[in-house]
């Protein structure tokens, strides 16, 4: 008899556990779970569900309304940047995800982490030119660190789940989920949210190899003449203070890109200002005049670099990224270090032997 009860009361409990909603509300809950408290967007037909699911959420949920879906993404990259947090777009079919592309691709560029949803047709309409049907999956794979379509509302808690964990984690990036309109309305057991923290075949970071980390203290040891450039990556690996430590124990002179100007204070005595063509004079001078180079978290893009057949020719380049695709990519290194540089950036400090090098 006592088992029966048990068994009753773990059935009425899972039940409870387990409450029907519709996948509209799925989106709305999963961005709730990821602490996410405004939204980017404009509305049209194919997102309509989640609209109007919005109206019940809009003591928790804000929703900014823009003029234009470009808008959405560039407004959520700068509140990505801004807060620390990823930011969120909402855009319906057709035009309104094609809109996006030029935001996502700013962001991809730009290292912002944005999780944009879309509407689509009926999953019974994809392919047959549908009104305002795009495959808007194929048109964003070149500027999205990731993207998916949800065509049953089962699927949406975990596509939203990963995709945060995608956009967030690494080098930050946009992430796109196309959620047919089926999807939206349908109604399923929705058991909780899960958040996601590992993707087997996604390494948001390599592998620190403590090889390069020993070869590169030991070409600033034997330089003469370093010179280190830094750019977001510092910002958004958060180490700032790391990055501080570094260039303090050796008095390397150092110099921003201009995405990465606010990593240290522009009064520091070790800050020579800005590079690239848009930057100031001296900066650039040392970069051809340096024996070693220390890239921190740059990408080495034309805007800095100019020609690259004249660029830093008298230089070993020493590159520190968490995306060892950018490593090599423009310009050749000595010592590659791949990993987030809060993490390589005290390993490397260690090695050094204090000097000075400012003068």
Not at 96 to 121: E, F, H, K, R, Y
Not at 238 to 261: D, R, S
């Amino acid at each position: 008899m006592s088992n029966t009860i048990s068994q009753i009361e773990k059935a009425e409990s899972e039940q409870q556990k387990a409450i029907e909603i519709s996948g509209s509300k799925a989106v709305l809950e999963a961005l709730l779970q990821e602490n996410v408290d405004k939204v980017f967007g404009y509305p049209g037909g194919a997102i309509m569900p989640i609209y109007d699911a919005l109206y019940d959420y809009s003591e928790k949920l804000k929703h900014i309304l823009v003029r234009h879906e470009q808008g959405a993404t560039h407004a959520a990259q700068g509140f990505a940047r801004t807060s620390g947090k990823t930011g969120v777009v909402f855009a319906t079919s057709g035009p309104g995800a094609t809109n996006l592309v030029t935001g996502l691709a700013d962001a991809m560029i730009d290292s912002n982490p944005i999780v944009c949803i879309t509407g689509q047709v009926f999953a019974s309409l994809l392919g047959t030119d549908a009104f305002q049907e795009t495959d808007v999956i194929n048109i964003t794979t070149p500027v999205t660190k990731w993207n998916y379509q949800v065509t049953d509302a089962t699927e949406i808690p975990d596509a939203i789940a990963k995709a945060f964990h995608i956009a967030s984690t690494g080098r930050p990036g946009p992430v796109l989920i196309d959620i047919t309109k089926n999807a939206q309305l349908q109604l399923f057991e929705y058991s909780g949210y899960k958040k996601c923290d590992h993707i087997r075949s996604y390494r948001p970071e390599p592998e620190i190899r403590n090889e390069y980390i020993e070869q590169a203290a030991e070409l600033i040891n034997q330089a003469k003449k370093p010179f280190v450039l830094f750019g977001q990556g510092v910002i958004l690996g958060k180490a700032e203070q790391e990055f501080k430590a570094f260039i303090e124990k050796v008095n390397l002179p150092a110099a921003a890109t201009v995405m990465g100007l606010s990593a240290l204070p522009t009064n520091h005595k070790l800050h020579v200002g800005m590079l690239g063509m848009h930057g100031n004079y001296a900066p650039n001078v040392m970069t051809n005049e340096c024996d070693v180079l220390i890239a921190v978290g740059m990408r080495f893009d034309d805007r800095v670099t100019g020609r690259l057949d004249k660029y830093a020719k008298q230089a070993k380049i020493i590159h520190l990224d968490i995306d060892p695709a950018e490593i090599d990519k423009n310009v050749k290194t000595a010592v590659p270090v791949w990993g987030n540089c809060k993490k390589t950036l005290p390993m490397l400090t260690a090695l050094l032997k204090e000097n000075d090098h400012s003068a």
